[in-house]
């Protein structure tokens, strides 16, 4: 009895994950809708608003928002549909590695890092919320150019591609600045004084600059690849190893 009690409303739980993660959203708008939505639902796991997934998903939201009202400005970006493209296709790499993952698959090794880490008690809110920018950056936003640019029919990675995707990471570099801001105002009290805050503290636009510029240079290979199935899985592989082994250290660093 015991032990089906504590087993159903984690079902109950997943289960509502996924009747939320079943339809795709197709514009910024929808894809802030369903991060709000998924957000009570992923806090009423066990450890509540601190849950590893609720932390990242509040910066999400305010990203995704945030990219929402700057696309409506025409001075913003050069390409407004590229930006909103990418947005999206960013958000459903994050949807559909959550809903492979509620619904006992196996997603990509760099955000299992971050759902496996709801189970460490000794990891904070800032420490989940940094690893699932490290998925989302690190392994996601390469991937996702590739798609944008193909479905958009663009012949290649140019330099408005490239103006607008330095400048859409502009967006998520000044929500990492805010990082302990957002998730205090969530969670009702100040978070400071991990050790990953002080190593932080004042780099994230550093930070996020050299993944950004990596991430572009992995998908022009990328794009050099898509006639190259095999060869375009093995390196998709090999990212998403490389960010796992990030996501790993900073909860590790976390759990210091």
Known sequence: MTVMTDKAPVSQRARSLAQLLAITPDDVPGVVDLLR??????????????DSVACFTVLYERIATD???????????RDPEFVSRLAVELARRYFA???TFVTGGRPPRAWAVLFDGRRDAAVGPLEFA???VNAHVNL?????VVRTCTVLGRRGLGSTEHHDFQELGAVFTSHLCRLAEHLGARLGRE????????????APSLTVV???????RCAEHLWGLRSRPAEYDRECEAIDWRAAMMGRGVLSIGAL
């Open 140 to 144: 996601d936003l390469a991937p996702a």
């Open 130 to 132: 940094v690893c699932g």
């Open 37 to 50: 939505r998924l957000q009570p639902v992923l806090e009423s796991g066990p450890r509540g608003t601190e």
């Open 97 to 99: 590695a959550l809903r």
């Open 191 to 202: 978070i400071g004084g991990t050790y990953l805050e002080r190593l932080l503290d004042g």
């Open 67 to 77: 990219v929402h009202e700057q696309v409506q400005d025409p001075d913003r970006f």
């Open 210 to 216: 050299v993944a950004r510029d990596a991430a572009w």
